[in-house]
């Protein structure tokens, strides 16, 4: 399962040893593959400042959530053709040690060996500090992506939009990459060319009859262009004064004529924008796939990063000073198991809020001054990751 259970005890040796009960237990029952999470020694400050800042990372922990969800999207419709292959490039740097640095690890483990990244966010800085710190670099990510993506999508949309004008059937889809200068008699006072489209099963009707629809028709001047499933593009060449007449009788004998004028800029045009689209396009994928992996790192390496920063606040809030706890990251082995792993969470800590303990089994019991769902509140601290980014 690519979901974890972020928790933490008191490190006394009560609770030290109810974390081994629950080890024990967790592993006899293939419940879930266990690690200690290692968190370093922040300045704590006071305890006011601690609830404030409880506030805001809860804040900054769904934002960032958000932020890399989004990240993974964007690589998603970047990618369009080679979805198959997204998760390669969802990865984050491989961490701390020396010979893993240049590497690019998967998320999961990433999470599991995860280690404190001192250089980046010095643990000596006060706590506020550090979750700004964060928070700045997330709000630059989130800025950048939105750039980015925003100048991709109006490129691809413009595209697309051309693109589509070559799909359909002859009655809407653009006729300038199908015509030639050729099949048109052009600049001339008297005669034009019109372009009709008639159904497969009237093609013989049509050969019989065109000369016939008007007065002024050109004989032997249709010629088939081109067709599709329906039916066949013809063009036919008559004196401009009777066009209309024309138009009234082909509608009769269910021949539509298309309204087309060859205008050979307009033509060139449209196909030196679609050529300048696809190679803009071009261009700017491979720059912004890269841009991605590298900040989409960046940011969950940052989103885990608050994961513990969370874990160490509420910590110091639930149990108290001096700080004395211990960080354990659960991995659930199946969906149906999670039920069983909390039951067996609640039985292990429950003397260390035996109202929150109780209330996880009846819903109808309120925590006083508890401002959470019942749900949410357990009686250690608990924290979840999802990496399932792309459901």
């Not at 081994?20 to 006899?28: H, I, L, Q």
């Not at 989130?142 to 359909?168: F, I, P, W």
Request: hydrophobic fraction near 40%; include cysteine.
């Amino acid at each position: 399962m690519s979901e974890f259970w972020l928790i933490s005890a008191p490190g006394d040796k009560e609770n030290l040893q109810a974390l081994e009960r629950m080890n024990t237990v967790t592993s006899k029952s293939n419940l879930s593959y266990n690690t200690k999470f290692a968190i370093p020694d922040f300045k704590v400050g006071t305890l006011d400042s601690l609830v404030g800042l409880s506030d805001e990372l809860g804040k900054l922990d769904t934002f960032a959530e958000s932020l890399i969800r989004r990240m993974a999207q964007s690589v998603v419709e970047v990618m369009e053709d080679s979805k198959g292959k997204v998760q390669e490039h969802l990865l984050a740097n491989g961490g701390l040690k020396e010979k893993m640095k240049c590497l690019k690890i998967d998320l999961t483990s990433f999470v599991t060996h995860f280690e404190w990244d001192m250089a980046k966010y010095p643990a000596k800085q006060p706590l506020v500090s550090v979750a700004d710190t964060i928070a700045k670099q997330l709000a630059q990510i989130e800025m950048d992506l939105k750039s980015r993506t925003a100048a991709y999508n109006t490129l691809k949309t413009n595209l697309e939009n051309l693109e589509k004008k070559s799909m359909g059937n002859l009655f809407t889809r653009t006729l300038s990459d199908i015509v030639s200068k050729e099949d048109f008699v052009l600049d001339s006072e008297y005669l034009v060319t019109l372009l009709v489209i008639v159904p497969k099963p009237n093609y013989s009707q049509w050969q019989k009859t065109y000369e016939s629809l008007s007065d002024m028709v050109v004989p032997r001047s249709t010629k088939l262009i081109t067709e599709d499933k329906e039916g066949g593009l013809f063009t036919v060449t008559l004196f401009r004064k009777v066009i209309e007449d024309f138009k009234t009788k082909a509608k009769e004998n269910k021949f539509t004529v298309r309204e087309f004028y060859y205008d050979e800029k307009e033509i060139k045009r449209e196909r030196e924008e679609m050529a300048r689209l696809l190679s803009d396009k071009k261009q700017q994928y491979g720059p912004l796939l890269r841009w991605l992996k590298v900040n989409f790192s960046e940011a969950f390496i940052a989103w885990i990063h608050i994961k513990a920063l969370r874990v160490f606040v509420e910590s110091v809030l639930r149990y108290g000073l001096p700080v004395n706890f211990q960080a354990v990251l659960l991995q659930p082995h199946k969906k149906s198991s999670t039920k069983r792993l909390r039951e067996v969470l609640n039985s292990v800590f429950r003397h260390l809020d035996e109202v929150a303990a109780t209330s996880i089994l009846d819903a109808s019991v309120e925590i006083p001054g508890l401002q959470l769902n019942n749900q949410d509140y357990f009686p250690y601290v608990y924290f979840h990751i999802d990496l399932s980014l792309l459901d």
